[in-house]
Nanobody
Framework: QVQLEESGGGLVQPGGSLRLSCAASTTLFSFYVMGWYRQAPGKLREVVATVTPDGETNYADSVKGRFTISRDHAKNMVYLQMYSLAPNDTAVYYC?????????????WGQGTQVTVSS
């Protein structure tokens, strides 16, 4: 079982920046692909960025060049640095931990943190 706790959300003006943090309570942090997802009102949850245990990153096209995902194995933390925020980045942002071992899928979610981009 993995518990994920997000922090760092809030209200920011267009063009501003925020840094989201996710604390993972697990002794197997290095096993999981960590990711950030978001869900805007009336829309499906979508992937924002992921980072593998080896540090390989992937981003949604809509955030490439603006967002950076990173992980700290020593602290069991995942971060999402967001720049040049726009109103359409407004959403609840969720931290995710995903892994497969012995054909068993492990998939955990945090409670989410609200990001609102508005003037």
């Amino acid at each position: 079982q993995v518990q994920l706790e997000e922090s760092g959300g809030g209200l920011v003006q267009p063009g501003g920046s925020l840094r989201l943090s996710c604390a993972a309570s697990t002794t197997l942090f290095s096993f999981y692909v960590m990711g950030w997802y978001r869900q805007a009102p009336g829309k499906l949850r979508e992937v924002v960025a992921t980072v593998t245990p080896d540090g390989e990153t992937n981003y949604a096209d809509s955030v490439k060049g603006r967002f950076t995902i990173s992980r700290d194995h020593a602290k069991n933390m995942v971060y999402l640095q967001m720049y040049s925020l726009a109103p359409n980045d407004t959403a609840v942002y969720y931290c995710n931990a995903f892994g497969i071992r012995a054909a068993v899928r492990y998939n955990y979610w945090g409670q989410g943190t609200q990001v609102t981009v508005s003037s």
